[in-house]
């Protein structure tokens, strides 16, 4: 499984930004996609994932202020983020769990939250 990870970049604080991940390759039944990040000096931890089902789990940091989706069909998964703060800058990486249990993460995206 391959992800191509997109839409980092530099925002203002009270911006937004768009990240997309999209699936590739031998993919056996994806059970979940998602997106975590790790900021400068900690380590990594979840921002938001969506299972097949359709349930998503959301950090408490970034609860009200971001959006997963995922379109299964593209095997993409979205992560809508706004009114960002500077304590979002982080890499995010995506993540998918597939119906082996085994996990496949992306290169990661940078997002900078700066004014």
């Known amino acids: 499984v391959q992800l191509v990870e997109s839409g980092g970049g530099l925002v203002q604080p009270g911006g937004s930004l768009r990240l997309s991940c999209a699936a590739s390759?031998?993919?056996?039944?994806?059970?979940?996609m998602g997106w975590y990040r790790q900021a400068p000096g900690k380590g990594r931890e979840l921002v938001a994932e969506?299972?097949?089902?359709?349930?998503?789990d959301y950090a408490d940091s970034v609860k009200g202020r971001v959006t997963i989706s995922r379109d299964n069909d593209k095997n993409t998964v979205y992560l809508q983020m706004n009114s960002l703060k500077p304590e979002d800058t982080a890499v995010y990486y995506c993540?998918?769990?597939?119906?082996?249990?085994?996990?496949?993460w992306g290169q990661g995206t940078r997002v900078t939250v700066s004014s």
């Open positions: 993540h998918v769990e597939d119906g082996l249990g085994s996990d496949t």
């Open positions: 390759g031998s993919i056996f039944r994806i059970n979940a």
């Open positions: 969506i299972a097949t089902s359709g349930s998503i």
